[in-house]
């Protein structure tokens, strides 16, 4: 699978970092799989990631440190409750989706508590509206 560019992963509890192709651009991951972005390698290609039903109440600091990150999708994940200090140095993302996340979506918005973390992006949706 070294080719492989676009992967979905749900409901998975094992996982290694050898399982990612080294070109992958897209990686959805869903449930429980959310819960281990820890392993995601820091020298990847990704440019979208998408974190679905994730049970963990932080993104882990390994987010930051994908630094080709294009887009950033965090859906239906109630426990989040803050995004990593860190993603406001992140220059490359460009695209910001959150939906159906009851704490972490009020923060997000203009002048809220993580409104300066997320500034920087041009294109945010937080519940399907558009912010800035």
């Known amino acids: ?48 990631l998408a974190i679905t039903v994730a049970k963990s109440v932080s993104l882990p600091r390994v987010l930051t440190q994908l630094k080709s990150l294009e887009k950033l999708t965090i859906s239906h994940c109630d426990k989040l409750e803050r995004l990593p200090q860190e993603l406001q140095h992140f220059t ?30 041009p294109n945010i949706q937080v519940d399907e509206k558009k912010i800035q």
């Open 92 to 121: 490359s993302i460009q695209e910001l989706n959150i939906y159906g996340c009851s704490v972490l979506g009020p923060r997000c918005q203009k002048g809220r508590e993580d409104w300066n973390i997320i500034s920087h992006i």
């Open 1 to 48: 699978m070294p080719r492989l560019k676009h992967l979905h992963v749900s409901g998975c509890r094992e996982w290694t970092q050898s399982c990612l192709p080294p070109l992958l651009e897209t990686l959805e991951l869903k449930g429980d799989a959310g819960d281990l972005l820890k392993e995601i390698p820091a020298s990847n290609n990704l440019k979208s």
